[in-house]
């Protein structure tokens, strides 16, 4: 997170910054929130907020995790008359599955459930290496103040050099700073001196990254007003220009220069700095521990990139980059990521599957896609129906027109296809109607078809060339044509 700018990851094909982004891509966005604005009051309300919240938590739980809790539980307190009415409430969530009902929760009782278990999850530093960091620089603090200066100076540097390895400059100046408080006499001015300097090194280094989301932020504004001429003008700035030896400012300096080029269409240079943002990640394990999630959206990025340009060895070393992340990793990898891990490379492999024309390998991978649609209550709801789509499609292309079908359903009936890319969906509602037609259902194919040449809801896409053959492939009833997204 940059000063002043939220990041998240956006659905494909919204419109961003006023203008209509390609469909493959996934990408951070931004609003600009003034100061005064409360974060909270931004999140739209849910109806019991509290229980879905205490579900969640706990279905992030890994079975370490959950293990650890359950092991420290005797250090919470409750109403002796009502026993442990905690654990009781939180085995009962524990144990219930994704069709069962949540049950009513008071809130009172959620909310103290919540606040034992990211407890028992802070306790659990080693498991979150920033946790860890901050609880040793606590411990150095203690040792120094009890005499023992030179164990507390080696922790210091110890976690020094962590910290700067891990693009932590922040957490870096509480290091400088505390050191600095405990100096006490004229005996240490040259340790003073060493600590000032670090002190203005750093300034210097988040100074020149300030400077970054500036530029960030013209590029960006740039874009939204369909400015693109000024935005390569902005392109040239000697900041964007010249790399960077600080790896945090030199990955936000990458990947302002692929965003930006990726909007301005130049495919080829987006997918040169997202090879080399993956190498700065890769390279730095502790860093890529801290920022797992955004080295996933630039590996499944580059692997989109690969699949619109064709390019089938990097589509390949995109689901290898994935699958090989948790063995990179200098700690645990945590629930929520590990989800991710599964989503995008089930997704790269469909995509690279249907490149290579090898449909059949898509078989073996169903029942993964059905598990992940079933179990990641996090999936992004435009990857649900690409999921469903390449699944069905790979279908279709051996012959399986009856079980393509409730794949393809599954894609027309959803009700909020305002959050669905509407080339995903409209190519799911022709290719039902070509499944008809292959299996002699010409009643129900022939109203699809005219559907679609009627509704206006199908009439941007009814201009697109692809779409344009692919009627004219179904007017003939022949099972070809290009159906790739």
């Known amino acids: 997170m940059t000063h002043g700018i939220v990041f998240w990851y956006a659905a494909k094909y919204r419109c961003i910054f006023g203008k209509t982004m390609p469909d493959f891509y996934a990408f951070p966005r931004i609003q600009l929130i003034k100061p005064e604005v409360c974060l909270l009051c931004m999140l739209q309300p849910m109806k019991k907020q509290l229980t879905s919240d205490l579900v969640q938590l706990i279905r992030s739980l890994t079975t370490a995790e959950k293990r650890s809790f359950s092991l420290a539980s005797t ?3 409750a109403d002796p008359a009502k026993g442990k009415n905690y654990l009781g409430l939180y085995k009962q969530i524990d144990a219930l599955t994704e069709n069962d009902p949540i049950p009513k929760v008071q809130e009172d009782r959620a909310d103290y459930l919540i606040e034992l278990l990211t407890e028992s999850l802070a306790h659990q530093r080693r498991h979150a290496i920033e946790l860890e960091l901050r609880h040793q620089l606590v411990v150095a603090g203690i040792l120094y103040r009890r005499g023992l200066e030179k164990r507390a100076i080696r922790l210091y540097e110890k976690l020094y050099a962590q910290a700067r390895e891990a693009g932590l400059h922040e957490f870096s100046l509480d290091i400088v700073s505390s050191q600095m408080q405990l100096i006490t006499t004229v005996d240490q001015v040259d340790m003073l001196a060493v600590l000032i ?9 988040l100074a020149k990254y300030r400077k970054l989301d500036d530029v960030l932020i013209r590029i960006f504004q740039a874009l939204r ?11 040239r700035l ?5 790399q960077l030896a600080d790896r945090r400012s030199e990955i936000q300096r990458l990947y302002l220069l692929a965003h930006t080029n990726l909007s301005l269409e130049q495919l080829d240079a987006c997918e ?3 090879t080399r943002l993956i190498q700065l990640f890769e390279e730095s394990p502790l860093y890529l521990s801290l920022r797992t999630h955004t080295y996933l959206i630039v590996v499944l990025n580059n692997g989109l990139l690969a699949y619109q340009t064709n390019n089938l060895q990097m589509v390949q070393q995109a689901i290898e980059s994935l699958q090989k992340l948790p063995q990179r990793l200098s700690g645990l990898v945590v629930t929520i990521d590990q989800d991710r891990i599964i989503r995008y490379t089930l997704d790269l492999q469909l995509r690279y599957a249907l490149l ?49 079908l409730p794949w393809l359903q599954s894609i027309v009936d959803e009700k909020r296809k305002g959050y669905y890319n509407q080339k995903t969906y409209g190519l799911a509602y022709l290719l039902r109607a070509s499944c008809h037609f292959q299996l002699g259902n010409d ?14 809801f199908f009439e941007p896409l009814r201009k697109q060339p692809q779409f344009q053959e692919l009627l004219k492939q179904l007017a003939t009833q022949k099972d070809g044509g290009n159906w790739l997204l």
């Open 75 to 77: 250090r919470y307190h």
């Open 197 to 205: 300097g670090r002190k203005n090194e750093l300034l210097d280094i």
């Open 225 to 235: 007003s369909n400015q693109n001429a000024n935005a390569r003008k902005l392109l």
């Open 238 to 242: 000697p900041i964007l220009n010249k």
């Open 272 to 274: 040169k700095y997202h």
């Open 356 to 404: 290579v024309k090898k449909p059949e390998t898509v078989l073996k991978l169903i029942p993964e896609v059905k598990n992940c649609l079933l179990n990641d209550s996090k999936i992004e709801p435009y990857r649900i129906n690409y999921l469903r789509y390449f699944v069905a499609l790979s279908l279709v292309q051996l012959k399986r027109h009856r079980e393509a």
């Open 443 to 456: 009643d129900l194919a022939e109203p699809m078809l005219r559907s679609f040449r009627r509704t206006i």
